[in-house]
């Protein structure tokens, strides 16, 4: 464990998942934030530290400016400054996905 804290946005998704365990695995203390429309939160939080991760949670709407100020602000203050950010939360809009 290092004493760093990484914030991954949409770290309880798809590619957010794997990014947060893989910093969480690397020994920093990983926050990660999930959407407004989540509801499965929790869920994930308990079944990720029955796996031994210990993971702090956010609410955050990355489309929102003063969201992600709130999120920020909550991070610094539960954590410590943010040593690296990975934003990653977001919704692809490209040929493959259809829409
Ligand atoms: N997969 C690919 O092939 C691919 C290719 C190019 C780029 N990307 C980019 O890589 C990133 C992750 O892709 P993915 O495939 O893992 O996507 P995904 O499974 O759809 O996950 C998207 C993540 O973004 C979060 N999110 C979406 N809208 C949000 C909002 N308004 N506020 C906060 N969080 C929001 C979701 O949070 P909740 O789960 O909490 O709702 C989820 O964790 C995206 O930015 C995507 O555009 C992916």
């Excluded at 407004?36 to 949670?57: C, I, T, V």
């Excluded at 400054?81 to 490209?94: E, K, M, W, Y």
């Amino acid at each position: 464990m290092n004493n760093r804290v990484a914030l991954i946005t949409g770290g309880m998704g798809g590619l957010g998942e794997t990014i947060s365990t893989k910093m969480a695995s690397a020994g920093y203390r990983a926050a990660v934030t999930y959407s407004p429309s989540n509801k499965n939160f929790d869920q994930w939080l308990r079944e990720m530290e029955q796996h031994g991760y210990k993971f702090h949670a956010y609410p955050c709407d990355v489309s929102d400016f003063d969201s992600c100020k709130n999120c920020v602000a909550s991070v610094v203050s539960a954590l410590g400054p943010v040593d690296i950010l990975v934003n990653n939360a977001g919704i692809t809009r490209d040929m493959t996905s259809g829409k």
